[in-house]
C-alpha cells in the first residue's frame, strides 16, 4: 500500500517520515520483528506443520533466527497477555487459506521495512493461501486504533526455493551496526553501562 | 494436502518474492552512496562472521608515507560463497584493489562492492562481488 | 553429616519435594560485590520492563546530590511468573531497596529487597515442583519414542518443554563437583578435577572462574549456548520432530530464543543444500540416529567464540560431541555427552544430566538482545 494511501493518524505519520529519513531499524541492531517483517528478509523462513500437536511453526533463517509458534487449536488469547516481539497467535484454516489472529504486540521492532508504526494494540490478521507449488500469497491486515483511524490490508506474495534448506546465522555474531547507524535517534543509548 | 500448505516434502525455504521491497535500508543508514571510495593496501584481518563479513588493509598514502588501517564491509558468508568466496580466498597480507562507499560516521570504514585480488592471494587478478548489501542483496 | 538420622530424613523430603534455586543470568557475583551492600531510598524516574533483567531507575538523594540510579532485579520471565507486571510500579513511586553495589563504582545495585509503600515487592521465591511419579514414556505409533510434546485428548495443542537440569556445569562422570546455576565452582579448587584438561584449558578454565564468568559471551554479547550448554539452561528447550523432513528442531528458550536443526537422514557433516558448508558454527553440524531406545546425536564444525558450557570450560574447532537423550518416562529426559576435543581435552570423557519435563506450558520467551541499545 502506498504510504499516501495509509489512514495513519497524524502522530504516526510524523513517525513514520522520522524513521523513512533515520532508517534506523531495530532489525538491524539484531532485534526480533513481528508482523510482517518476519517474512521481509533475505534469506525467507521455514515452517514445521504439526497437525498432531497442533501448531505450526515458522523458523526465521535471518534476523534473530528464532521460531514463531502459531497455535492451532482454537484457543482464545489470554486476558493478561504481557506484549511480546511476537506477540500471540492462533490460526485456523478457511478452505486452503490459513487465516491467524495474533494480538500482544510490544513496540520495540517494526513491522515492515520501512517502519510503518503501531502500537500495543494492534491486531494483526494474516491469511496465507497457496496458489501454486511456488507461490504462497500473503494478505495481512493491520487493526490498530493506536496508530491508525481504520484498518487497512496490504501484501504480498512468498516464493518457494527449492533445493535450500536452513542455514545458521546469528546475527549477534559480528554485527557493527550499532556503532555504524547513524541518525538523530537519540533514545538509541550506546552509552548504557547496563550489561546484563 | 493441506498439511503441506506452507513447507513440503522436498528441501525449500520460502522466500520474499522479488521486487523494491528487498532494497537494504540500513545500508543508508551505515554508508553513503555518494561518497564512493577506492582503496588499495595490504589485508590484516579477516573476519568471516555473520551478519556482514569484514576485512581490514592496511593503505599507505603515497605522498606522505603514512599508513591507515581500514575496515570494508561485504556480504554474509552464505552469501559471498554463492560469488565464488571461500573463507581461505583473502588472506592476511596479500595485496587487494577495493571499491565501494565510504562510513556515514566519518570513520576508516566501508562498504565494499568489489574487491579484486592484486598479489598472490586465492584468486589472483580476480575481482569478486563482494556481495554488498547497497542495492539489496542481503541483510 | 554430624546428624546421621537428621541427615537421612533430609534426603527423603528432598526426593519428594525438589526445591530449585533461583535462576540469575548472569552470575551476580561478577557484576555486583556481595560486600557492598547498600540501602537507598529513592524516587522511581523509568523502568525498563525487559529481559534478561528489569531495572528500575531511581533518584536518590535530593538538591545538588541527587543521582540517578539503577537497581537490577530478576527477568521479565521470573517476575511475571510471580505475578508482578511493568506496572507494579510506576514513576513517582517511593522505592526503599537493600542490595548490592556494582563492582565497577557504577550506580547500580543488584536489589535483593524492593519495598513499595511498605510491603515487600519484586520477590520471587525460589520454584518448589512436586515431583509426581512420572507415566510411562509417550511414543510415536512405530513404537519410538517421542521427545517432544504429545498429542493430547483434550484438542488444545500439546505443549512442554525440558527444563530444570539435575547439573549445571560440565564435569566428568565421577567428581561429584559442586557449581551453582550458573556453573560458577563452589571450591576454586575444584577446577583441575572437573575434566582432563590441557594445561592451557585448565588454565583458561581457572581464570574465567576466578572472574567470576563476567567474561561471559552469552551475556556480553548475546551469543549462543551451543553444544551441552543449552540443556543446562533455565529456561529450557523443547523438541519439534518433523519426521517426514527426518529432522528435529531444538527449539531454545534462553538466549536469543534460537532454533536449530538435527538431521536424521543419515547425510555426512557438510552443511546444509544451499548452505554454508565452509563455516564454522555456533551449534555445529548435527545428525542423529536412533539406537533402540536412545537417540544418538553426533554433532561437529563449532567455532570457538562461544562457551558450550555453563561455567566456561574452554573448547577448540576440533570439538565433537556425542549426544544421547533417552526418556525414561513422560517426565524424565536423560543426557549424556561425550566430549571428544584433542584441542582442549587430553581424551575424550564423558558426563550426563536429567531434565524434567514442565508440562502445560511452552518455552517462555526470552530474548537475550532485548535490553540491549
Redesign the interface.
Known sequence: MRISELPIQPWARALLDYRLE????P??????SGGPRQ?????????????????????D???????R?I?????PHPVDL?P???GHSTGK?DG?T?VIDTVGFNE?FWID??GTPHTEKLHMTER?T?TD?N??KYVVTIDDPGAYTKPWTSG????????????????????????????AQEF???T????? | MRAYLLGGLIAGVLLLAGGKAMAHHSFAAEFDANKPVKLTGTVTKVEWTNPHVWFYINVKDEKTGKVENWGAEMGPPHGLQRRGWRRETLKIGEQVTVEGSKAKNGTNRMNARSVTMTSTGGRPGETLDAASSQGGNNN | MRHPVLGFVVMIAAASLLILPLSAHHEITAKFDPAKTTRLQGIVTYVDWANPHVHIFMNVGAGASMANWAVELESVIDLQKAKYTRDTVKPGDSLTVEGIAARDGSRQVWGNTVTLAGKRIFNVPEETVNRAPGGPTPRWPDGKPRLGPAPTTTGLAATGYWARPSMTILAENGTNIRANKNGLLANIADAPKVAPFQPWAKDLFELRQRNRLADDPQYLYCLPPGGPRQFQQPYGIQFVEDNERQRIFVLIGGGNRNYRIIYLDGRSHVGQVGGDDDNPLYYGRAVAKWNGQTLEVDTRGFNEDFWFTNGGLPHTEQLKLLEKFTRTDFDTLRYDVTIDDPGAYTRPWSTGWTLRWVGGADLPVHFCQDNRP
Not at chain 1, 521481509?40 to 498432531?52: N, R
Not at chain 1, 533463517?61 to 521460531?67: E, S
Not at chain 1, 497455535?71 to 484457543?75: A, E, H
Request: overall charge negative; hydrophobic content about 35%.
Open positions: 533515520n532508517q534506523l531499524e532489525h538491524t541492531r539484531c532485534k526480533p517474512f521481509l528478509t533475505p534469506y525467507g523462513v521455514e515452517t514445521a506443520e504439526m497437525p498432531d500437536l497442533k501448531q505450526i511453526i515458522i523458523m533463517l535471518g534476523g534473530p533466527h528464532t521460531y509458534v497455535y492451532m487449536d482454537g484457543r504481557q511480546t516481539y511476537y484454516w486452503d490459513l520495540k521495512r520501512q496465507l497457496r507449488y507461490t504462497i504480498f506474495n512468498f516464493r518457494w526455493t527449492a533445493n535450500s534448506e536452513l542455514f545458521e546465522y546469528v546475527c549477534q555474531d559480528n554485527n557493527y551496526a550499532p556503532d555504524l547507524m547513524v541518525g538509541v543509548d550506546r548504557s553501562k547496563i550489561v546484563p
